[in-house]
C-alpha cells in the first residue's frame, strides 16, 4: 500500500498539469504552444539543468557512467528501430525517430524529480542532453536526409549541460543572487513542459491507432529492457539506473510530430503514435516506477 501511494504521488502531479493543457484547450481558451515552448527550451529548461548540475553533490564520475549508458542505450535502441521499420516494411522518415527517441523532457525530468529527488533531476537532465543531441543530429537526418551539428552547438540546453558540467567538476558557484534568479526561472520548465504536453496532445489528430498501439508497446518493453542492460553494464547506481531507464522508456516525443510536420513524413501517424504511447504510459509508467523504487 505504501509503495502504490508513493508511485500515486509521484505520477498524480504529472498527468494532472498535463491534464490541465488538455481541458484548457477543450474548452476554447488560447495558448500559444509556439511562445511557450520557445521560451521553455530557450530559458526555463536551460535555467534548470544548469543550476541542477551546479549544485549537486553526484560524483562527477557517476554522471560520467551515466553519459556512457545512455549513448549506449540510444545506440542500442536506434539498430532495434532499424531492425523493425526494415523488417515491417515501415517508412523510415515516418517511424524511425518515434520509435527511438522519448519524451525525456516533458514527462521524464518531473518524474525523475518527482521519483528520486534533486540528484535523480540532476541524472536526468544528462540523459536529455543526449537524446537532444542524438535528435538534432541524426533524428533530423532520419525525417529530412540533413543533419547539423552546428545546430546543436545553437541549442542552449546543451550549452547549460556543459556549463553545468564544468562547474560540477570544479565546485565552482555563481554568486548566491545569480544562482536564485536561475533557480527561480528554472522552476518554470517543469509545469510549463507539462501543460505544453497537454495542449499538444489536445491538438493532434492521430492516424492509424492499431499499428500505433502494436508498435508503442513493442517500443516501451524495448527501451525498458535495452537501458536495463546498458544501466547494468555501466555499473550505475540504484537512482542513476532508475532515472536512465525511466527516461529512456517514455513515450514518443512530441518532437517527433513536429519534424514529420515540418520535414513532410506521414505526420498524422506520427502523431498516432504520439497519442497511444502517451496514454499507455499512464498505466505502464507507474508500474515502471513502481519496480525502480
Given at each position: 500500500m505504501n509503495?502504490?501511494?508513493?508511485?500515486?504521488?509521484?505520477?498524480?502531479?504529472?498527468?494532472?498539469?498535463?491534464?490541465?493543457?488538455f481541458i484548457w484547450v477543450k474548452l476554447g481558451f488560447e495558448y500559444r504552444i509556439n511562445f511557450v515552448t520557445q521560451l521553455a527550451t530557450t530559458l526555463a529548461v536551460p535555467c534548470l539543468i544548469f543550476t541542477s548540475l551546479m549544485q549537486t553533490d553526484i560524483d562527477p564520475a557517476a554522471l560520467t557512467a551515466l553519459s556512457l549508458a545512455s549513448v549506449a542505450a540510444y545506440l542500442g535502441v536506434t539498430v532495434v528501430a532499424w531492425i523493425l521499420v526494415r523488417a515491417g516494411g515501415l517508412y523510415r522518415r515516418t517511424y524511425m525517430a518515434p520509435m527511438i527517441f522519448g519524451n525525456t523532457g516533458n514527462l521524464g525530468l518531473p518524474l525523475a524529480l518527482f521519483a528520486f529527488g534533486p540528484e535523480g533531476l540532476s541524472y536526468a537532465v544528462v540523459v536529455f542532453a543526449i537524446m537532444a543531441i542524438w535528435t538534432f543530429t541524426f533524428g533530423i537526418w532520419l525525417v529530412a536526409g540533413a543533419g547539423s551539428f552546428r545546430k546543436v552547438l545553437r541549442e542552449p540546453l546543451v550549452g547549460a549541460t556543459v556549463?553545468?558540467?564544468?562547474?560540477?567538476?570544479?565546485?565552482?558557484?555563481?554568486?548566491?543572487?545569480?544562482?536564485?534568479?536561475?533557480?527561480?526561472?528554472?522552476?518554470?520548465?517543469?509545469?510549463?513542459?507539462?501543460i505544453t504536453l497537454?495542449?499538444?496532445?489536445?491538438?493532434?489528430?492521430?492516424?492509424?491507432?492499431?499499428?500505433?498501439?502494436?508498435?508503442s508497446v513493442i517500443k516501451l518493453v524495448a527501451c525498458v529492457g535495452i537501458a536495463g542492460l546498458a544501466g547494468i553494464a555501466f555499473g550505475l547506481d540504484r537512482t542513476a539506473f532508475g532515472v536512465l531507464v525511466l527516461q529512456v522508456a517514455t513515450p514518443v516525443a512530441v518532437t517527433s510530430y513536429l519534424l514529420a510536420e515540418?520535414?513532410?513524413?506521414?505526420?498524422?501517424?506520427?502523431?498516432?503514435?504520439?497519442?497511444?504511447?502517451?496514454?499507455?504510459?499512464?498505466g505502464a509508467l507507474p508500474l515502471l516506477l513502481a519496480a525502480l523504487l
Amino acid at each position: 500500500m505504501n509503495l502504490t501511494l508513493t508511485v500515486l504521488e509521484i505520477v498524480a502531479p504529472v498527468f494532472l498539469l498535463a491534464a490541465i493543457g488538455f481541458i484548457w484547450v477543450k474548452l476554447g481558451f488560447e495558448y500559444r504552444i509556439n511562445f511557450v515552448t520557445q521560451l521553455a527550451t530557450t530559458l526555463a529548461v536551460p535555467c534548470l539543468i544548469f543550476t541542477s548540475l551546479m549544485q549537486t553533490d553526484i560524483d562527477p564520475a557517476a554522471l560520467t557512467a551515466l553519459s556512457l549508458a545512455s549513448v549506449a542505450a540510444y545506440l542500442g535502441v536506434t539498430v532495434v528501430a532499424w531492425i523493425l521499420v526494415r523488417a515491417g516494411g515501415l517508412y523510415r522518415r515516418t517511424y524511425m525517430a518515434p520509435m527511438i527517441f522519448g519524451n525525456t523532457g516533458n514527462l521524464g525530468l518531473p518524474l525523475a524529480l518527482f521519483a528520486f529527488g534533486p540528484e535523480g533531476l540532476s541524472y536526468a537532465v544528462v540523459v536529455f542532453a543526449i537524446m537532444a543531441i542524438w535528435t538534432f543530429t541524426f533524428g533530423i537526418w532520419l525525417v529530412a536526409g540533413a543533419g547539423s551539428f552546428r545546430k546543436v552547438l545553437r541549442e542552449p540546453l546543451v550549452g547549460a549541460t556543459v556549463l553545468g558540467g564544468i562547474f560540477l567538476w570544479q565546485g565552482w558557484e555563481t554568486p548566491t543572487f545569480v544562482t536564485n534568479t536561475l533557480s527561480l526561472i528554472g522552476r518554470m520548465a517543469i509545469p510549463l513542459m507539462l501543460i505544453t504536453l497537454g495542449v499538444a496532445v489536445a491538438r493532434l489528430t492521430p492516424g492509424g491507432i492499431g499499428r500505433a498501439v502494436i508498435l508503442s508497446v513493442i517500443k516501451l518493453v524495448a527501451c525498458v529492457g535495452i537501458a536495463g542492460l546498458a544501466g547494468i553494464a555501466f555499473g550505475l547506481d540504484r537512482t542513476a539506473f532508475g532515472v536512465l531507464v525511466l527516461q529512456v522508456a517514455t513515450p514518443v516525443a512530441v518532437t517527433s510530430y513536429l519534424l514529420a510536420e515540418k520535414y513532410g513524413a506521414d505526420a498524422q501517424a506520427v502523431a498516432g503514435l504520439v497519442v497511444v504511447s502517451t496514454l499507455i504510459s499512464v498505466g505502464a509508467l507507474p508500474l515502471l516506477l513502481a519496480a525502480l523504487l
